[in-house]
């Protein structure tokens, strides 16, 4: 349940809320008796579903408490507050990387030192066997003294171990950062998942914006696992080759090919540092990024072959490359002097008629491949162009085409009833009391009739827009289940996700289930 100010869990007093996320929500309080702030990160409310969700998270929080580093949030106690768990850590007046990227960019030495101070901490939670598994700016804590914090240490640990539908519908970490094994949902990660993560954070450092970025969530995640990383020099011109090869290295799509330890791919950063001579960094380099990236994804889709692993069953055909034509020899230029007299006429026994042929059958075989290569072309560039249409073409489209079909029916319909109340009057005025011929006419075309009038409501009648919207529900399902995977394949709770602005994945209840919740909490 949400906290309110001045609200006593134990012995804290809550002061306000900090922040919320997609598995905790964070408040500053203050411990009167030993008389300091502290932050306390109370998880949400779906792990009480789980039995054996306390004892877990009792050992993981003593395991992530001994972790005792100038650079690593201290964790001071956890408990539980209305069957709620939740963390109390160290107090750290300061703000987040992820605020200070979107206040402008950081130099290239307070680069060196958050890469520095980030890859220490890193390194020694690695040695006493605690992987962070969330590593982002918004978990990067920099503080009036330029002191720079890791938080929230082995909370994706935590949130994994238990069995309540959170831990098991949702794909823990973030997408931005997330590594391609994590993404896969391997249980065996290690060390090296927070290298890839820790990578991430520093190409968004260097280059300006993070590699892979989508509209959901689930297309981020398949780009960690498939795509190749877009080169830090054709997003940015200003990296050298030194650094270039650092991110390439720490963002290795198979783990044995990244850096052994976060402090040897500190130590890698620094060094390519000093051996490019690289100074500063452009404080434009996020939009210099963001318009090459754009740029890059475009030629990525427009492309018609795949970069990178994909996966099993997907096919591309790429035609050879054709060999160059030699040029023909260069003729020898005939000179007449005045006054010359020509002693060889002409006969048509000279004539070499087979060689004749071959070069008119070779003339038509080319220019019947130069006709192909044109009309080919022209089909690429009507595809092209329908496909780069703006939705509001699209619309316009759409709209004249009803408009179009609607008229042609009212034609229809117009015609109809013009040709059988002809033939109906003269029946009437000629032949009155005789069989009814017209209706041979009209009882088949009205069949007719009504199926064109049916075909037109079908398209454009008051369900249509109802089956469209089934349609995209029923497409954007089948999306889910094939990035998710297991994730949804046992669905035990009817819920939504959104990406938050810190890039989390972030659980979102409807209302009737969220009231059942509360009265379920009462």
């Not at 827009?465 to 497409?475: F, G, L, Q």
Request: proline letters at 6%; zero cysteines.
């Amino acid at each position: 349940m949400p906290l309110h100010e001045g609200q006593a869990i134990g012995p804290y007093q809550i002061i306000n809320q900090l922040g919320q996320g997609g598995m905790a929500t964070v408040y500053k309080a203050y411990h009167a008796r030993l008389d300091r702030y502290v932050a306390i990160k109370v998880m949400h409310k779906a792990f009480k579903d789980d039995s054996n969700f306390q004892a877990r998270f009792q050992r993981e929080a003593q395991i992530v408490a001994r972790l005792e580093h100038a650079n690593i949030v201290t964790v001071y106690d956890y408990n539980e507050y209305d069957g709620e768990p939740y963390l109390v850590m160290k107090y750290v007046e300061g703000k987040t990387l992820k605020r200070i990227l979107n206040e402008g960019a950081p130099s290239l030495r307070e680069v060196l030192h958050i890469v520095s101070s980030v890859g220490d901490a890193l390194d020694y939670a690695h040695q006493h066997g605690v992987l962070h598994r969330d590593v982002k700016p918004s978990n990067i804590i920099v503080d009036a003294n330029d002191s720079v914090y890791l938080t929230d240490f082995g909370l994706a640990r935590i949130a994994g171990a238990g069995e309540s539908t959170m831990s098991q519908d949702m794909i823990l970490g973030t997408p931005q950062y997330i590594s391609p094994e994590q993404a896969k949902g391997l249980g065996n990660v290690d060390s090296r998942t927070d290298i890839y993560s820790f990578g991430i954070v520093l190409y968004e450092l260097v280059v300006g914006r993070v590699p892979f970025n989508a509209d959901t969530p689930f297309a981020v995640v398949h780009d960690h696992i498939y795509s190749r990383l877009p080169l830090p020099s054709a997003a940015n011109p200003e990296i050298p080759p030194e650094v270039e090869r650092v991110l390439l290295k720490a963002l290795a799509k198979n783990p044995d090919d990244r850096y052994s330890s976060a402090k040897e791919m500190a130590d890698a950063f620094r060094a390519a540092v000093v051996e490019s001579g690289l100074q500063t960094l452009s404080a434009e380099r996020s939009q210099i990024a963001e318009a090459s990236l754009a740029k890059l994804r475009s030629e990525m889709d427009n492309s018609p072959t795949v970069i990178g692993d994909e996966p099993t069953g997907i096919q591309v055909s790429v035609s050879p490359p054709r060999p160059p034509v030699p040029p023909a020899p260069p003729r020898a230029p005939i000179v007449m002097k005045k006054g010359a007299k020509v002693e060889h006429e002409f006969d048509i026994g000279d004539l070499d008629l087979g060689e004749w042929k071959q070069k008119l059958g070779s003339g038509a075989k080319q220019g019947v491949g130069i006709i192909g290569e044109i009309v080919t072309s022209v089909q690429e560039a009507i595809k092209e162009r329908e496909e780069n249409i703006t939705p509001e073409e699209k619309i316009r489209r759409k709209i004249k085409k009803r408009q179009e079909e609607r008229q042609g029916f009212i034609i229809h319909l117009v015609i109809y009833l013009g040709i059988n109340l002809m033939f109906w009057a003269m029946w009437l005025t000629n032949s009155s009391g005789d069989f009814p011929w017209p209706a041979f006419i009209s009882i088949p075309w009205g069949v007719g009739m009504l199926a064109h009038w049916m075909e037109y409501n079908n398209k454009y009648g008051p369900g249509a827009e109802r089956r469209e919207r089934e349609i995209e529900m029923e497409v954007e399902r089948e999306m889910r289940r094939q990035y998710e995977g297991d994730y949804l394949a046992k669905p035990k709770r009817d819920h939504r996700v959104r990406l938050t602005e810190d890039g989390e994945l972030e659980e979102i209840w409807d209302e009737a289930d969220d009231l059942e919740q509360k009265r379920g909490g009462r």
